[in-house]
């Protein structure tokens, strides 16, 4: 995984401070961070498991090749969260280390039982400790909740007190948006979500699905169905589009599941339009995502912060005719 820009606001002019010592992060191990963020803030992580056949392993005890090769074998593959007693263990070790209050960012509920699991877990403290743990409801998943994570490790870089982090969390955590498209539709297939029919009917026209998390439920849904990966861009720099005339700031990802050539086009495409945007490169999903994704496709993340107000009537040229105007130079 590599970190790009994505700190250069926060940068100018703040000099660089040790690692925060009042609060600490908690997340689960499909959130994938960078030494940078983890240098700035404690993180922990509590793992979810993945069993292969017979066999059960943490996830960080897979790589995501393997559950890749597993997948294409045909074997029973699936996946489980966190107990409630492994947040408890994480929350303890964090108080034992010395840190007052914890920041839970558990992924998406509407996809994983590990939501429940920490609330659960932070029930099981003592009333004085529960009191400082804050578990947030999320909408966020795997790369998406990794950008979160690196933002706000950044404000509380900055200095900023818990409460002000736990209330810049609520505040842009629910512009979050992340959508993907997968290169071959056997993964839905073969996880349930697709049925035969459509699986053949898809293979056969060369379907191409963008999957998005809903802002208002957290549920995976179909957003479209295009043909090409050029309709695939086309699509991404729409929704890139809609951010960037809605927030004042954007800060983006990327992922790549093994397309790294398309994940490259689309990210010329995305720089040449904004020179100065704050970005992330995300190298994969995690064993875990893989397993319900497999490993093939490429996708956008983005969180924005802060409401434009523009005037409708004093605009320069317009960002859909910009976009077209660059794919006619292809």
Known sequence: MIYIRIYTDFR???KAMSQNKDYA??????TALNKDITDIVRV?????????????????????EEIAQALK?????????????????????LF???????????????????????????????EEKQKHVVVLELFEANYGLALLVAILAKY?????TFEQVVAKAKEIAPTFHECWTLSTLEPLYKGGRLSRFSFIVGAFLK??????????????????????????DKYFLDKIAEAMNKFKHVYMSF??????????NLIKKVTDLYPDLDYTVFDGVGPLFTVHLGDAGYGIGFIGEGLKNENPTNKEESIPTRIMKLFKKD
């Open 12 to 14: 100018e002019g703040v």
């Open 25 to 30: 992060f908690v997340v689960d191990s499909t």
């Open 44 to 64: 922990e992580k509590v793992s979810l498991s993945i069993t292969v056949e017979n066999l059960n392993k943490p996830e960080n005890e897979w790589t995501s």
């Open 73 to 93: 074998e045909n074997k029973n593959v699936h996946s489980a969260c966190p107990s409630p007693a492994e947040f408890a263990q994480a929350y303890e070790k």
């Open 96 to 126: 034992d280390e010395g840190y007052k209050d914890i920041l839970v960012l558990p992924m998406n509920k509407s996809i994983s039982h590990t939501y429940e699991s920490a609330v659960m877990g932070r029930q099981v403290l003592d």
């Open 156 to 160: 509380s870089e900055q200095g900023f």
């Open 207 to 232: 379907i191409k699905p963008i999957i998005g998390i809903n802002e208002t439920k957290g549920s995976l849904e179909a957003e479209k169905k295009v043909r090409t990966f050029n309709d695939v």
């Open 255 to 264: 992922v790549h599941m093994g397309e790294d050539d398309l994940t490259n």
